[in-house]
């Protein structure tokens, strides 16, 4: 099993709050990806760091932001959610070149 | 033009019967490929690697095409735990963001 982990696993959050998905890995890992994912429907890139204090926008335009003070731990944060914000969020790490290992996600309802 | 394509689906198989599925990439300098396997409202997973002379592990089998730009899994004697979102992978290894997701395959073995 993959040494990644998202917390919390699920969320239902009323709309205007801020709030912040955590991930953390123990491997090591330099790269470190969030994809976003609505149900039955295609994974979605929203922000990538190739390490500490590298932190890049992905494929699709999201209003969250992310930071890398330490490489095993890569926070989103939405600073004001929405309905249009309900999904699921899936944080990434891999090493150089090879496989990604994925958390369990986080499943996130505005209301 | 999406830089990773997969067969449409979903593909619906008997118990027993034998399914490939094709992926197709865009970037020549790909380095490293990828199956992933993903179950309803779960993570993807890795199923396995994809290497230049092709690999078998079990009723799995993956091959890689660079002339063609084109990798395949070919799935033997399905079972009805076989049914999932098989989502293909490609590592074009330039300096950003590797992985590229395709949009996936749905498979449902039925009995």
């Known amino acids: 099993e993959a040494d990644i982990y998202q917390t919390p696993r699920y969320l239902v959050i009323g709309t205007g709050k801020k709030i912040t998905l955590e991930c953390s890995q123990t491997m090591g890992h330099d790269k470190m990806y969030w994809y976003q994912q609505d149900p039955g429907m295609e994974l979605h890139l929203i922000h990538y760091s190739y390490g500490v204090n590298s932190t890049e926008k992905g494929d699709l335009s999201s209003e969250s932001t992310v930071s890398r003070i330490r490489t095993e731990h890569f926070p989103l944060t939405l600073e004001s959610a929405r309905p249009s914000h309900t999904s699921q969020y899936l944080c990434a790490s891999s090493p150089e070149n090879t496989e990604a290992f994925f958390g369990q996600g986080t499943r996130l309802t505005v209301v | 033009r999406k830089e990773v394509e997969q067969d449409p689906g979903p593909f619906n198989v008997p118990e027993g019967a034998t399914v490939a599925f094709n992926c197709t990439y865009s970037?020549?300098?790909?380095?490293?490929f990828f199956w992933y396997r993903q179950d309803c409202r779960k993570e993807p997973k890795l199923l396995m690697s994809v290497y230049s002379s092709g690999n078998e592990d079990g009723r799995f089998t993956a091959q890689l095409n660079r002339a063609s730009q084109y990798i395949s899994l070919l799935i033997r004697d399905s079972k009805l735990s076989d049914s999932a979102t098989y989502l293909c992978v490609v590592n074009f290894g330039n300096s950003g963001y590797a992985l590229n997701f395709g949009k996936g395959t749905s498979l449902l073995v039925t009995p």
């Open positions: 970037n020549s300098a790909s380095q490293s």
